[in-house]
């Protein structure tokens, strides 16, 4: 089965950067038509944060524009988001998702906390 693995939350203050990477067992490109970063705050709804498509095609939503970029490397199976200049309102847990062509995978979450 398909296995996602979430890593590189941690504690940052404000202005730092954070590397989270989601690696997936198996072949995963073969059979994934995109992937997406989530994330939920307390007493917030959970929101799709970047998204890359199996073209490779990207898309931010517009408050980490500019800050956050998400990519992949194929040959380790691993997406990874890259953030820069954080803010204390991205403090969320994070979660990797892959979307196959006919079922949804999740990651465990991932805490980042954006504090001075």
């Known amino acids: 089965q398909v296995q996602l693995v979430e890593s590189g939350g941690g504690l940052v203050q404000p202005g730092g950067s954070l590397r989270l990477s989601c690696a997936a067992s198996g072949s995963i490109f073969r059979i994934i038509n995109a992937m997406g970063w989530y994330r939920q705050a307390p007493g917030k709804q959970r929101e799709l944060v970047a998204s890359i498509t199996r073209g490779g095609s990207t898309d931010y939503t517009d408050s980490v524009k500019g800050r956050f970029t998400i990519s992949r490397d194929n040959d380790k199976n691993t997406v990874y988001l890259q953030m820069n200049s954080l803010k204390p309102e991205d403090t969320a847990v994070y979660y990797c998702?892959?979307?196959?062509?006919?079922?949804?995978?999740w990651g465990q979450g991932t805490q980042v906390t954006v504090s001075s």
């Open positions: 998702k892959a979307q196959g062509s006919r079922y949804d995978y």
